[in-house]
Nanobody, 126 residues
Framework: QVQLVESGGGLVQAGGSLRLSCAAS????????MGWFRQPPGKEREFVST????????IYSDSVKGRFTISRDNAKTAVYLQMNNLRPEDTAVYSC???????????????????WGQGTQVTVSS
């Protein structure tokens, strides 16, 4: 069983930055692909970014590419999302997610993730 706890959300002005953190429990973190998803108000959940177990592969949605950076620290069993140049349309609940251990391929599909955090609110004012 994997437990995920996000932190770092908040209210920020457009153009500002936030860094989200996701603390993971479990012994298999270093062999687990991780992802960040978000759900804007009134909309469906959407993919943001994913990272392979060793961090060698990262994928971003077109809407955040060049502004957001995903990273992980396997020693601390944590994954991060650095968000720069935030826009009002980035407002959403952000959740981290984990695939099953040893399913090392990254994925942009939420159905491929088996464990989810409770989410953290990010609000960007114009």
């Amino acid at each position: 069983q994997v437990q995920l706890v996000e932190s770092g959300g908040g209210l920020v002005q457009a153009g500002g930055s936030l860094r989200l953190s996701c603390a993971a429990s479990g012994r298999a973190f270093s062999v687990t692909a991780m992802g960040w998803f978000r759900q804007p108000p009134g909309k469906e959940r959407e993919f943001v970014s994913t990272i392979s177990p060793r961090g060698s592969t990262t994928i971003y949605s077109d809407s955040v590419k060049g502004r957001f950076t995903i990273s992980r620290d396997n020693a601390k069993t944590a994954v991060y999302l650095q968000m720069n140049n935030l826009r009002p349309e980035d407002t959403a609940v952000y959740s981290c997610a984990a695939r099953l251990p040893y399913r090392s391929a990254t994925s942009t599909a939420s159905d491929d993730y088996n464990y989810w955090g409770q989410g953290t609110q990010v609000t960007v004012s114009s």
